[in-house]
């Protein structure tokens, strides 16, 4: 069973910076494509950003080039990289898993919190 588990969230100011970290465990992590969600209080959970193992990368239109996603094959692990961080990026981070030969991310780990206040 692939297991997902995130660190690296806590409290910054607006305009800090964050590296969010997602540890893959289990078999076959280059068949997966790897993506890391939030969702706010009172939101609508909303993508933020995907990666292939060939390291093609998409990003939600309104993240404005300020998070990057990356991973480290070696180490299963999947890192974003948050900058100038806002207050409106305040949610829980959580990293998810689609296997290529699956429509839907179906796994996901338990979330971490990322609080941007002065």
């Known amino acids: 069973q692939v297991q997902l588990v995130e660190s690296g969230g806590g409290l910054v100011q607006p305009g800090g910076s964050l590296r969010l970290s997602c540890a893959f465990s289990g078999s076959n992590f280059g068949s997966y494509v790897m993506a890391w969600y939030r969702q706010a209080p009172g939101n609508q959970r909303e993508f933020v950003a995907s990666?292939?193992?060939?390291?093609?990368?998409n990003y939600a239109t309104n993240r404005r080039g300020r998070f990057t996603i990356s991973r480290d094959s070696t180490k299963y692990m999947v890192y974003l990289q948050m900058n100038s961080l806002k207050p409106e990026d305040t949610a829980i981070y959580s990293c998810?898993?689609?296997?290529?030969?699956?429509?839907?991310?179906?796994?996901w780990g338990q979330g971490t919190q990322v609080t941007v206040s002065s």
């Open positions: 990666i292939t193992s060939g390291s093609y990368t």
């Open positions: 998810a898993a689609r296997h290529i030969l699956s429509a839907q991310y179906s796994v």
